[in-house]
Nanobody, 124 residues
């Protein structure tokens, strides 16, 4: 049974930082591209960042480029999202996802597995 479990969300003031973690189990983690997506109330799911199987390739949404960093530790079956200089518009539920793919993927459709999400709230 595949499980993706996010943690690290919370309430933070604008300009602050948070580090999200996503622990994976039940799948060969190093064979999966991993991604982070977010969804704010009343809005569509939005791509945030993705990382290739080895971690050698990454992709970011323009809205987070230069502020967020995605990384992974294949020995720990965990992917991270370091979020700095947070803005109120970053407020959303953040979910990690896994895709059996070679390249980084920015669309949610090819992702096979999803976590339940962790809430990030940025106050102004």
């Amino acid at each position: 049974q595949v499980q993706l479990v996010e943690s690290g969300g919370g309430l933070v003031q604008a300009g602050g930082s948070l580090r999200l973690s996503c622990a994976a189990s039940g799948l060969p983690f190093s064979s999966y591209t991993m991604g982070w997506f977010r969804q704010a109330p009343g809005k569509n799911r939005e791509f945030v960042a993705a990382i290739s199987r080895s971690g050698g390739s990454t992709s970011y949404a323009d809205s987070v480029k230069g502020r967020f960093t995605i990384s992974r530790d294949n020995a720990k079956n965990t992917v991270y999202l370091q979020m700095n200089s947070l803005k109120p518009e970053d407020t959303a539920a953040y979910s990690c996802a896994a895709a059996r793919a070679v390249l980084v993927i920015t669309s949610p459709t090819p992702y096979d597995y999803w976590g339940q999400g962790t809430q990030v709230t940025v106050s102004s």
